[in-house]
């Protein structure tokens, strides 16, 4: 069974900090994935997109990295603001399908920054 | 540009109604949309894929009786719960994608729709 499995479950650091959130997956056959953001009861904000021939990317103060060979991947948040707080989601689209499968999502990092 | 609607946004009904849920793709086509379902404090779990003009693929565990799509246009797939009971209740949320875009397995999601059945 194909998996997305997020570490920590929770976060909680003060104003500033850099920070590392981690995704791992099941199986390296993987399209692409992706990371969310989501606010309690909202829907989910796209925040970055790798797709499975790139190993990073990077949009203002965040940073996805991407190792297939190992099922990893990591979003790197850098001074982390208040506003950063949310729920963060790892989604993977895996290859069986041939990219037309929807994603599998990892339960999500519950992040908290406090001012 | 990739913009998702939904409606409604939140929705309250008796046990034993039927909900319609509109997903539009505002500003794209979308051949294939797809349904995803949220139980509180879980994550996404993808219910079905809507291409346009033919039948749904519906998951493992997910009646296609009771969860009606359709996809009859390319920007607009909707979610039937037919015959609603309290544990339909959830946080539906569609996507969307645009294949006219490089990056085209990226999917663009809708704000959700929160059904709560009495």
């Known amino acids: 069974k194909q998996e997305v499995t997020q570490i920590p479950a929770a976060l909680s650091v003060p104003e500033g900090e850099n920070l590392v959130l981690n995704c791992s997956f099941t199986?390296?056959?993987?399209?692409?994935l992706q990371w969310f953001r989501q606010d309690p009861g909202k829907g989910l904000t796209s925040l970055l997109l790798i797709q499975s021939s790139q190993r990073e990317q990077t949009s203002g103060r965040l940073n996805a990295s991407l190792d297939k060979s190992s099922g990893r991947s990591t979003l790197y948040i850098a001074a982390s603001q208040p506003g950063d707080s949310a729920t963060y989601l790892c989604?993977?689209?895996?290859?069986?399908?041939?990219?037309?499968?929807?994603?599998?999502f990892g339960k999500g990092t519950h992040l908290i920054i406090q001012p | 540009g990739a913009v998702v609607s939904q409606h409604p946004s939140w929705v309250i009904c008796k046990s034993g109604t039927s909900v319609k849920i509109e997903c539009r793709s505002l500003d794209f086509q979308a051949t294939t949309m797809f349904w995803y379902r949220q139980f509180p404090k879980q994550s996404l779990m993808l219910m079905a894929t809507?291409?346009?003009?033919?039948?749904?693929?519906?998951e493992q565990g997910v009646e296609k009786d009771k969860f009606l799509i359709n996809h009859a246009s390319l920007t607009l797939s909707t979610l039937t719960v037919t015959s609603a009971h309290p544990e339909d209740s959830s946080f539906y949320i569609c996507?969307?994608?645009?294949?006219?875009?490089?990056?085209?397995?990226?999917?663009?999601f809708g704000p959700g729709t929160r059904l709560t059945v009495l």
């Open positions: 996507s969307a994608r645009d294949l006219a875009r490089p990056t085209f397995s990226e999917q663009f």
């Open positions: 809507s291409n346009e003009g033919s039948k749904a693929t519906y």
């Open positions: 989604a993977v689209t895996f290859l069986s399908g041939g990219g037309a499968d929807g994603l599998t």
């Open positions: 199986d390296s056959a993987i399209y692409n």
